[in-house]
C-alpha cells in the first residue's frame, strides 16, 4: 500500500527559493536604496572606516536583504581587490534582545564564543572594546530590529563615538547599521544619540504590485521544475494580494508558497488562481489565529465573553451585555476586574485586529448612539484558541449565564 506522500505532485526543483530565510544574489528593485548603502560604506575602501546608516520601513520591504548584498559586495572587494580594507562584519539579530547590555553580551559572543556572566554593563562595553582593538580594521555591525532595545540606547551613542572618546585604538574603525520596522523609533531617542548615529538614513518604501510582481518572477524560475508550474493568473494575483495589504515581498512568497504546497499536497501539477486564493484565506486565519494567542488576559476574556454569547446566538452584542459576562468570567478566575472604559479598549483593538466587527448604531434622540460587537473569526476558532488558554481553564464557554434581556 503506498503512503499518503505518494500522492503529492513534483513541482519543485528548488523549495528553499520561497523560505524566508533565502538572499537573492541581487535587488534590482532596490537600486537605490543599495546606491545609499554602497555610499555609506565607500568610506571604508578609502581606509576611512564606513559611516553609520539607518534602514527602515515596514516589514518585508528588502531592508535586511539589501544590507546582506552591499555587505557581501564589500566583502569581495576586501578579499580580493583591496590593499586597503580590512573588513569584518558581525549580524545581530535583536529580536530577543531588550538592553543595550544583552546587544553587547551576543556580539561578543560571536566573537569570542563566550557569554558575559556576571559583569556590569560598562564592564561588557570595556569587554567588546578589548576585542574590537584585537580585530582591527573596519568592523560594521549590523543590527537588526534594533528598536526592541527601545530607549536603553547606550550602544547607539557608544560604538559611533568610539574613536573620539578613545574607546578603541586609532586603527579600528567600528560603525553600525541600524534596521528598524518602527517608523518612529528614532523619533524616541536621545539627542545624543540621533547626533551621533546615523550618517545616512534610507527608507524602504512598500513595493508595488509590478514590483512583487518581478521579484516572484524571479523566485518561480528558481523554485519550479518548469515555467508550466504556474497559471497565468497566480503571480499577478499573489502580488496584488500582497501589495492590497502591506506592499511586502514576504508576504507576497508566503502567498506563492503557500499556494504550491496546496497544489502539490493535493497532487496537481499545475499552481492555480484557486491555490493562491485559499492559501490566501488560510493565511489570515493563521495570522488572526496567532494574534489571538497573542493577546493579554484581559484580552482573552474579552474574547471569551464575547464568544460565549456568540455560542448562544447572543451577537452583536454591546458593550455593556459584554462586559457582564466579562465581570463573571473574571471573578470565576480571581483576575482583576477593568472598568468599563477599559473594556471598550479592549474591544476595539480587537476590531482592530480582525477578530471582533463592530457595528455603529444609532437609535435617535431616543437611544442613542452605540456600537456592537461580534466575532469577526470563526467560533469554532476563537474556542479553540480559548480552550487552550491555561488561566481559562475554569471557564466553560458553554455555560456561562448570558441572560440579560
Known amino acids: 500500500m503506498p503512503s499518503k506522500y505518494a500522492g503529492q505532485s513534483t513541482i519543485f526543483e528548488d523549495e528553499e527559493v520561497l523560505s524566508e530565510d533565502w538572499t537573492p544574489d541581487d535587488l534590482p528593485e532596490r537600486d537605490d536604496e543599495i546606491s545609499q548603502l554602497e555610499s555609506a560604506f565607500a568610506p571604508a575602501t578609502r ?10 520601513g515596514k516589514a518585508g520591504q528588502g531592508k535586511t536583504a539589501a544590507a546582506q548584498v552591499e555587505l557581501s559586495e564589500l566583502e569581495y572587494h576586501a578579499e580580493n581587490e583591496s590593499d586597503v580594507l580590512d573588513l569584518t562584519t558581525l549580524f545581530v539579530s535583536c529580536e530577543d534582545l531588550t538592553t543595550s547590555f544583552q546587544v553587547v553580551n551576543q556580539i561578543v559572543y560571536q566573537l569570542t564564543g563566550e557569554r558575559m556572566n556576571g559583569l556590569s554593563t560598562s564592564e ?10 584585537k580585530i582591527g580594521g573596519t568592523i560594521i555591525l549590523v543590527l537588526d530590529e534594533i ?9 547607539l551613542y557608544s560604538i559611533p563615538r568610539a574613536r573620539s572618546k578613545g574607546y578603541v585604538d586609532e586603527d579600528v574603525y567600528p560603525s553600525i547599521v541600524g534596521i528598524s520596522n518602527n517608523l518612529k523609533w528614532r523619533d524616541n531617542l536621545s539627542p545624543k544619540v540621533k547626533d551621533s548615529l546615523y550618517d545616512e538614513s534610507v527608507h524602504f518604501v512598500p513595493y508595488d ?3 512583487l510582481g518581478e521579484i516572484l518572477e524571479r523566485r518561480a524560475q528558481k523554485a519550479f521544475i518548469d515555467e508550466d508550474v504556474l497559471g497565468n493568473d497566480v503571480i499577478p494575483i499573489a502580488s496584488a494580494f500582497a501589495a492590497q495589504d502591506k506592499g511586502s515581498a514576504r508576504q507576497a512568497i508566503g502567498y506563492l508558497r ?7 499536497s493535493k497532487g496537481d501539477e ?15 486565519k493563521e495570522r488572526v489565529e496567532e494574534g489571538m494567542r497573542g493577546l493579554t488576559t484581559q484580552g482573552h476574556l474579552a474574547l471569551a465573553a464575547t464568544t460565549a454569547l456568540e455560542l448562544s446566538n447572543d451577537t452583536p452584542a454591546r458593550t455593556k451585555i459584554i462586559y457582564g459576562i466579562y465581570k463573571n468570567m ?16 479592549q474591544l476595539h483593538d ?48 458553554n455555560s456561562i449565564e448570558t441572560t440579560h434581556r
Open 47 to 56: 581606509g576611512a572606516g564606513a559611516d553609520n546608516v539607518f534602514l527602515y
Open 124 to 133: 561588557a562595553f570595556d569587554r567588546m572594546f578589548e576585542e574590537f582593538n
Open 147 to 155: 528598536d526592541n532595545i527601545g530607549t536603553d540606547d547606550k550602544i
Open 209 to 211: 504590485a509590478k514590483q
Open 258 to 264: 503557500k499556494a504550491a504546497k496546496l497544489a502539490s
Open 270 to 284: 499545475t499552481v492555480t488562481e484557486s491555490h493562491v486564493r485559499e492559501a490566501e484565506a488560510l493565511i489570515e
Open 330 to 345: 473574571a471573578k470565576k478566575i480571581d483576575f482583576n476586574i477593568l472598568a468599563m472604559r477599559r473594556m471598550r479598549d
Open 350 to 397: 480587537l476590531d482592530m485586529q480582525g477578530i471582533m466587527i463592530r457595528s455603529e448604531f444609532n437609535d435617535g434622540s431616543q437611544g442613542g448612539h452605540y456600537y456592537k460587537y461580534e466575532l469577526g473569526i470563526e467560533t469554532e476558532a476563537a474556542v479553540s484558541v480559548l480552550s487552550n488558554i491555561s488561566r481559562l481553564d475554569e471557564i466553560d464557554l
